[in-house]
């Protein structure tokens, strides 16, 4: 098929917009925890950029997007690169250049290694958590997203819909950051001694930069520029509306409507709405966004406050159940009226979406969580996942990266 | 000649300074500062729940006046910066051994 200008223009802005929900993300987390951490929060998301930025064009491309082995892993074809260039492939992404899809692809990947550093911050060891990342992204990440969108992907071939990632980004990076807890443990001092958020601003200005680079990663996965990216991109703003609007009511009735919690529920109507963002109707969104953030703030008083959980920044609330929320919600409310290419769910009178969805969530959940659970391990082993108890009270900042944050002798 | 400290509420300052400048006393040095008493914090909001923060802010005024000021400078301070709700803060008098305007070496009384 020949090169679509307008696709390859779509597709090619929609991975700037998805590059730039990285250092938003970094915003997010930095401004939400304590002051002498700000920077090592933000280094944990800024140097996927660079690690996974790497590690995707010359083998991650192609262990997820190479030629199928079995359904659970793609072959060594891409490796470096090799036959990807200007011309279109043959089964991605048909109208846009393969290098276009490829570097589209790479920027979905980033972002899913740092969500999941959200859940760690404050005190994990900053050269225990690169070899995580990468191991995690090698062994973990690639093979998922081979199942959901490589040619021959065992999901991908019994029909779980993920329009743009629910299963692949958000279920792989919630449930991984449960088990990292797990495995991590808490912080020093949490919960009795207040964890205040450095600057609330900051995580604004992040939850915005993730909206608007939402759109990108949604009404960009429909990888062409016209009807099905439209829908895709209302969808995705209306999810972000309602999810923020309930989350700030739910605020309110508790007490007051918090800054950090209406935009905490933009965030998880995001993440809700990503894998059913083109395969439902742009009103299903309201649904869909409302639900999410009541599943996550009800999840979170039960983690967090209840059980005593120190997820962090909530990450397995956020993106793990509003992932699984969004992945089940696909099998509810997806319709072949908005894309032929999807299919009808249980609303629309086929319960069978519903089960298959199931599958996926449970699937990548399970993989996700046992694969966390046998590599953090192995790296808490050799190198340690956590920092020594001086190092974590002067903060990650000066202890592992010899900066501050806040400089000068006046404030 | 004594030094004045008082830590007082953020929102009262512009009362406590004016009422100061009006007996005459211009000169201070105003800092934020974090503190406690008996007011012991208070609760804020994450996305859900509360933490709470027992160091508060405040402002410390210091001044130096002559000791026979020393009650008028006081009573000022105490009046605008009292609501009778805890957390009003405290004030600190302390002796002064020397004083100096730097810009012409004036000590003590002349420099004040």
């Known amino acids: ?411 | 000649m004594k030094k004045i400290e008082a830590i007082i509420r953020e929102e009262r300052l512009d009362a406590v300074k004016n009422a100061l400048e009006e007996k005459s006393y211009f000169g201070m040095t105003v800092s934020e500062v974090s503190g406690r008493g008996k007011q012991k914090g208070i609760p804020l909001q994450w996305r859900v729940g509360e933490y709470r923060v027992d160091l508060l802010p405040k402002l410390k005024i210091e001044l130096v006046v002559l000791d026979d000021d020393v009650t008028t400078a006081i009573d000022a301070i105490v009046q605008n910066a009292r609501t009778g709700e805890t957390g009003d803060g405290k004030i600190f008098v302390l002796p002064v051994e020397t004083v100096v305007r730097v810009r012409t070496g004036d000590r003590n009384e002349s420099a004040i």
């Not at chain 1, 030629?67 to 470096?80: A, E, M, P, V, Y």
């Open chain 1, 1 to 411: 098929m020949p090169i679509n200008t307008g696709d390859t223009a779509w597709l090619l802005m929609s991975s700037a917009l998805v590059m730039l929900m990285t250092p938003g993300l970094a915003l997010f987390y930095g401004g939400m925890v304590r002051r002498k951490n700000v920077l090592s929060t933000i280094m944990m998301s800024f140097a996927c950029l660079g690690l996974v930025g790497l590690l995707w064009v010359l083998y991650g491309y192609s262990l997820a997007f190479g030629t199928d082995h079995g359904g659970f892993i793609g072959g060594f074809n891409f490796l470096g690169l090799k036959n990807v260039g200007q011309t279109a492939s043959a089964v991605y992404a048909t109208t846009v250049p393969h290098l276009a899809f490829m570097i589209f692809q790479a920027m979905f990947a980033v972002i899913t290694v740092a969500l999941f550093t959200g859940a760690v911050v404050e005190r994990v060891k900053f050269s225990a958590l690169c070899v995580f990342s990468a191991l995690w992204l090698t062994l973990i990440y690639l093979p998922t997203a081979h199942w959901v969108w490589g040619s021959g992907g065992w999901l991908a071939k019994l029909g779980v819909l993920d329009f743009a990632g629910g299963t692949v980004v958000h279920i792989n990076a919630g449930v991984s950051a449960l088990a990292l807890v797990l495995l991590l443990g808490r912080r020093r001092g949490f919960p009795q001694d207040p964890m205040e958020p450095n600057n609330i601003p900051m995580v604004v200005l992040g939850a915005g930069l993730l909206w608007f680079g939402w759109f990108g990663f949604n009404a960009g996965s429909a990888l062409t520029s016209g009807g099905l990216a439209s829908s895709a991109f209302v969808a995705t703003n209306t999810a972000a509306a309602a999810a923020a609007f309930t989350w700030m009511i739910i605020s309110w009735i508790h007490k007051r409507p918090t800054v950090l919690g209406t935009v905490t529920g933009a965030v998880v109507g995001l993440v809700a709405i990503t894998p059913a963002a083109g395969f439902v109707t742009p009103l299903a969104g309201i649904a869909i966004g409302a639900i999410a953030s009541i599943i996550s703030y009800y999840g979170m008083v039960l983690l967090k406050i209840k059980r005593g959980m120190d997820d962090s920044l909530d990450v397995f609330a956020c993106h793990g159940l509003g992932g699984i929320w969004g992945a089940l919600a696909t099998g509810l409310f997806a319709t072949v009226s908005v894309n032929s290419a999807g299919a009808n769910g249980l609303f629309y009178g086929h319960a069978m979406q519903f089960l298959k969805q199931l599958v996926g969530v449970g699937s990548v959940a399970g993989f996700a969580f046992v694969g966390t659970m046998l590599l953090g391990k192995l790296v808490d082993i050799v190198i340690g996942l956590r920092v020594g108890q001086v190092e974590e009270t002067v903060g990650l900042d000066i202890s592992q990266h010899g900066e501050r944050a806040y400089g000068g002798f006046l404030r």
